[in-house]
């Protein structure tokens, strides 16, 4: 239950703040359908998968749309959309730099000011076919595992 507790204050200001809507399905079905036409550069479009927390052990459903951001390649958007739970659910947007490596995948770095429920920071790497993460919050930690949708 304290696990359960720390997640909810965790994200209580993106579940009270932007629930998930009918505006993010509609978008999130846009996306995918513009992926599935070729129309999404790597890495924008829609991504898909699992978060874990590794104190806790829960896990949950998870998305993401990856835009450009203002910065053109340096800096991204990730507009994300979990559940935790069999209730809760939430989106939450955040904008993140990029570096790209020789290989041609992508290094993310960024956080996020929580206010009073602290700083989350998020740590990934992206590549053509997978988006693997890891975030630390001052309560939890955890993991981010996505794919392209199929």
Same mark, same amino acid.
């Given at each position: $239950?304290?696990h ?8 209580l200001p /993106? !579940?009270l703040?932007?629930? =998930? %809507?009918?505006a993010?399905n509609a978008?999130w079905? %846009?996306? #995918?359908? =513009?992926?599935? =036409? @070729? &129309?999404r550069? +790597?890495p924008?479009?829609?991504w898909?998968?699992?978060? &874990? ?7 949950g459903? !998870?998305?993401?749309?990856v835009s450009a ?6 800096e991204?958007? +990730?507009h994300?959309w979990a559940?935790w739970?069999? +209730?809760?659910q939430?989106?939450?947007? #955040?904008?993140? &730099? #990029? ?5 041609g995948?992508l290094?993310v770095? @960024?956080?996020q000011? !929580?206010?009073p429920?602290?700083?989350y920071?998020?740590?990934?790497t992206?590549t053509?076919?997978? /988006?693997?993460a890891? +975030?630390? =919050?001052d309560k939890?930690k @955890?993991? /981010?595992? $996505?794919?392209?949708?199929?």
């Amino acid at each position: $239950m304290k696990h359960l507790t720390t997640h909810l204050l965790l994200f209580l200001p /993106f !579940l009270l703040s932007n629930c =998930a %809507s009918p505006a993010y399905n509609a978008k999130w079905k %846009s996306e #995918v359908a =513009a992926h599935e =036409a @070729g &129309a999404r550069p +790597f890495p924008t479009g829609p991504w898909t998968g699992t978060w &874990a927390s590794l104190p806790s052990g829960h896990t949950g459903p !998870l998305r993401c749309i990856v835009s450009a951001g203002d910065d053109g390649e340096k800096e991204y958007e +990730f507009h994300y959309w979990a559940r935790w739970g069999k +209730f809760f659910q939430g989106t939450f947007e #955040v904008e993140y &730099a #990029v570096e790209e490596h020789p290989d041609g995948s992508l290094s993310v770095t @960024g956080s996020q000011d !929580l206010g009073p429920f602290g700083t989350y920071r998020h740590t990934g790497t992206l590549t053509e076919d997978a /988006f693997h993460a890891e +975030f630390t =919050a001052d309560k939890d930690k @955890g993991t /981010f595992d $996505m794919t392209r949708p199929e």
